[in-house]
């Protein structure tokens, strides 16, 4: 099992990314999936969520309205569009999927599978 995240960068304040978190060795529709990042100093946080039953999203109040988190269980690959980034944005972000249960799940032990990290770096 596997999950490959990637486009991560340098971008400007104010500017937009996408990150791309490919799965292989499960299939993406079974689970909940998350995204994750660590600023420098402090701990992973969760920062969007799409529930594996019914599609329903959460996004940290930071976040919310600036990401959105989305999967295409086809290309078994789930993707964080990021716009008006900030310098607080800098982080490592990491992709996380656990075996679906309808349950909303926050707590970085409560997932399964993780990705490597894609750092964000946003400064002008």
């Known amino acids: 099992v596997q999950l490959q995240a990637s486009g991560g960068g340098l971008v400007q304040p104010g500017g937009s990314l996408r990150l791309s978190c490919a799965a292989s060795?499960?299939?993406?529709?079974?689970?909940?999936i998350a995204w994750f990042r660590q600023a420098p100093g402090k701990e992973r946080e969760v920062i969007a969520h799409i529930f594996n039953i019914g599609g329903s999203t959460y996004y940290k109040d930071s976040v919310r309205g600036r990401f959105t988190i989305s999967k295409d269980d086809t290309e078994n690959t789930m993707y964080l569009q990021m716009t008006g980034l900030k310098p607080e944005d800098t982080a490592i972000y990491y992709c996380?999927?656990?075996?679906?249960?309808?349950?909303?799940?926050?707590?970085?032990?409560?997932?399964?599978?993780w990705g490597q990290g894609t750092l964000v770096t946003v400064s002008s």
């Open positions: 060795g499960l299939h993406l529709a079974r689970y909940a």
């Open positions: 996380a999927a656990v075996v679906g249960d309808g349950l909303l799940h926050l707590n970085a032990d409560e997932f399964d599978f």
